[in-house]
């Protein structure tokens, strides 16, 4: 089955610094690429997703970009602010008819200010 | 319009015990999973369900059943609890969409 893997465990930075997440799978199908964010003690939220037709893509502060070729793929905060700290895992699958997401294991990201 | 609900939000259990973890969706989504998270292991995915009377399992199905007999409910079924199985559980459903939506959480703890 599918594997990702998610650097760093931990990232501490600077309010208004960015910060880089950064995630590998091993399934060449995998074609479906979500980022959530996990706030203390609430439910994962989807903030931005990819899918493999896709190199890129913004929302705001935040963006991903996939490189299919060496199967990795990196999520990007610019102007971080105190309230994006929480902890952000990536995922991967294979798309709408397949139900089996597997997950990385979360990065922390705190802000300070 | 409630979205994904889970009960309960806290459960005690002795080994051995059994339960069973409610979870439903008022959105009409064909797709619905169960996740369990650990610290510093992320969401690990349990058993899914692509539609009424159809699961296949996950990750890390054993310990766990599963039955889909509605749209609407999927309840995750622990037969004999272990403390192994201490952990936060989340269920979660989708509509053809990708967009994953989370219930609340259940957190689980096993004597």
Redesign the interface.
Known sequence: ?ENVE?HP?TLSVQEGDSAVIKCTYSDSASN?F?WYKQELG?????II?IRSNVGEKKDQRIAVTLNKTAKHFSLHITETQPEDSAVY?C?A?M???N????????TRLTVKP | NAGVTQTPKFQVLKTGQSMTLQCAQDMNHE?M?W?RQDP??????IH???GAGIT?Q??VPNGYNVSRSTTEDFPLRLLSAAPSQTSVY?CAS?S?????Y????TRLLVL
Request: proline share 6%; glycine share 20%.
């Open positions: 089955g998610q465990s479906y979500p609430k439910r994962p939220q989807l997703d895992f995922a699958s798309g709408i008819r139900n089996d997401m597997r997950f990385g294991a979360g | 797709y999973s996740y510093g292991m992320g969401l690990r995915l899914y369900s692509v296949d996950g990750e989340f989708r053809r969409g990708e967009t994953q989370f219930g609340p959480g």
